[in-house]
């Protein structure tokens, strides 16, 4: 029998739209005959603010501005921009350069940017040698050294960040938003359950499902060798650089997928802890506090490493594909 104080159930509302070449997707619950369509248009606009900010494939971003300025010359950010440039410096400083957001010229080299953009001068490792100076209080940055900045590594995570931003103006108090698999969800879903997400195995040319995480208000973002890659004299080469050689990544890592309180520092740790490598990346994350799925190529299996609660717990090599011997 109802009552007056009995509501209606909440319903499930799913949105979507086109950014950084893939698609972001919210997935919330609201009451029966919400208008969707101003959360809709206000997480387009979110998304489209960071692309006009940091995409190297759009000649007027503010980070193609930054590209193109004279050495020696302040250049004022705007507050998002600052935010993601420090992030990105700070993780590099913390992962020994294993993130580098200044190696720009060798990924449009490689042929991993937007086409018909040239870049000049080597990767500077900022970090170390101070090729770039960051003035935090006055909100603007000089470089001392040619070179391109490339936040592709931290920013799709960052629009992630944006999006649940965003659901929480509107008072949204549940939900999973992410951009081609970085995920970031709050709350629970009206049944009490964390919010799942996939993780996939690393196979080229396909999506199959490895296995399932749960999220309760944190991120998850994945760096892996399966998703972007250009050939070269047969061999695939993955989209992640090594900042050792100034080159796309070789070891044995498929993937990397971190869990953090946000999208922004979950999608710059996982590459560092995939250029970390296999030995050296659980360490890290340990020593960091991180939590980290590894997958492992060995022979035609992949083996599973994990760190969760400060420990480190390594399986066994499983075949990467059913009835595939390892």
């Known amino acids: 029998m109802k009552t007056s104080t009995d509501t209606p159930p909440r319903v499930r509302a799913t949105l979507s739209g086109p950014t950084m070449g893939s698609r972001f997707t919210a997935l919330f619950y609201t009451e029966p005959g919400c208008d969707l369509e101003p959360i809709r248009q206000a997480l387009a606009e979110a998304v489209e603010r960071v692309e006009q900010q940091m995409s190297l494939w759009r000649p007027d971003s503010e980070l193609s501005r930054l590209n ?23 993780v590099g400083l913390l992962s020994a350069g ?35 100076e960051l003035d935090r209080a006055g909100s603007r940055l000089r470089k001392h050294h040619p070179l391109a900045l490339d936040l592709n590594g931290i920013a799709k995570g960052h629009g992630v960040d944006r999006l649940a931003e965003t659901l929480d103006g509107f008072g949204i108090p549940a939900y999973l938003v992410g951009i081609d698999g970085e995920m970031r969800a709050r709350g629970r879903k009206p049944d009490g359950q964390p919010w799942a997400v996939a993780l996939e195995q690393p196979l080229h040319g396909r999506r199959e499902v490895r296995g399932v995480v749960e999220l309760q208000d944190a991120a998850i973002a994945t760096s892996g060798d399966y998703r972007h890659w250009v050939e070269q004299d047969g061999e695939r080469l993955a989209h992640t ?10 070891n044995p890592l498929a993937s990397v997928s971190v869990i953090a309180a946000s999208c922004m520092l979950a999608d ?52 990467s594909e059913p009835g595939t011997a390892s």
Not at 68 to 90: C, E, F, H, K, Y
Request: charged residues 15%; glycine residues 12%.
């Open 68 to 90: 193109a300025a004279p050495l020696d010359t302040w250049l004022p950010l705007s507050p998002a921009l600052l935010r993601v440039v420090d992030a990105g410096l700070n």
């Open 98 to 132: 294993a993130f580098d957001i200044s190696l720009g010229a060798p990924v449009q080299a490689w042929g991993f940017g937007p086409p018909g953009t040239t870049t000049t001068g080597a990767p500077a490792h900022p970090h170390r040698r101070g090729a770039l």
């Open 241 to 250: 650089f090594d900042p050792a050689t100034a080159a796309p990544l070789r």
């Open 268 to 319: 710059a740790w996982a590459t560092a802890l995939m250029v970390s490598g296999p030995e050296h990346g659980p360490k890290l994350a340990q020593a960091r506090g991180l939590e980290a799925i590894f997958l492992i190529r060995e022979g035609n299996g992949v083996r599973e490493v994990t760190v969760f609660e400060g420990r480190i717990e390594a399986g066994d090599a499983a075949p």
